[in-house]
T-cell receptor, first 114, second 113 residues
């Protein structure tokens, strides 16, 4: 059974720092990997989607990488801002199953201090 | 912009009530999902559906049922609500085999008293 781990569980940084969030998964047979952001009491907002054949995706200050063979992904946030404070969730989609279910990590709670 | 809409942001229900949580997507997606999210336990899949009238159990289906009579609507039903079903419920949808990723609704915070 796929297991997804996110390290660290919580992270606090001063504004302006570049930071990296880590995600690892146990079964490398994935279809794609998706990073989400969740604000307190809200739903999930998709940030980046990486297909299994891709190595990275970029959107603005965000860059996500994928190393499928080693079971790792990183989310890089450049020049962090207080508005980036949220929980970041990594989720993988397996390459089998009727609807390709998501398996989530437990998230990294990020606080960016002004 | 594509959307998954959950009908209620907050609900308070009494123990033993039958509760319906509604989810509608406007993207013509085949697949729809219901998750619950609890502190320390993360997101857990309750049920999913990959076609109209089709459903499959997820990891924690006990105490829940679902209905998908139309492609755009997926309902989660708590037959007899209990306090341990107090949680955040999240609906999601995806196209084909998830090739374009998943879109989530804004969540329903259900409190059972």
């Amino acid at each position: 059974k796929q297991e997804v781990t996110q390290i660290p569980a919580a992270l606090s940084v001063p504004e302006g720092e570049n930071l990296v969030l880590n995600c690892s998964f146990t079964d490398s047979a994935i279809y794609n990997l998706q990073w989400f952001r969740q604000d307190p009491g809200k739903g999930l907002t998709s940030l980046l989607l990486i297909q299994s054949s891709q190595r990275e995706q970029t959107s603005g200050r965000l860059n996500a990488s994928l190393d499928k063979s080693s079971g790792r992904s990183t989310l890089y946030i450049a020049a962090s801002q207080p508005g980036d404070s949220a929980t970041y969730l990594c989720a993988v989609v397996g390459s089998s199953g009727s609807a390709r279910q998501l398996t989530f990590g437990s998230g990294t709670q990020l606080t960016v201090l002004p | 912009d594509v959307k998954v809409t959950q009908s209620s942001r907050y609900l308070v229900k009494r123990t033993g009530e039958k509760v319906f949580l509604e989810c509608v997507q406007d993207m013509d997606h085949e697949n729809m999902f219901w998750y619950r999210q609890d502190p320390g336990l993360g997101l857990r899949l309750i049920y999913f559906s990959y076609d109209v009238k089709m459903k499959e159990k997820g990891d924690i289906p006990e105490g829940y049922s679902v209905s998908r009579e139309k492609k755009e609507r997926f309902s989660l039903i708590l037959e007899s609500a209990s306090t341990n079903q107090t949680s955040m419920y999240l609906c999601a949808s995806s196209q084909q085999q998830g090739v374009y990723g998943y879109t989530f609704g804004s969540g329903t915070r259900l409190t059972v008293v």
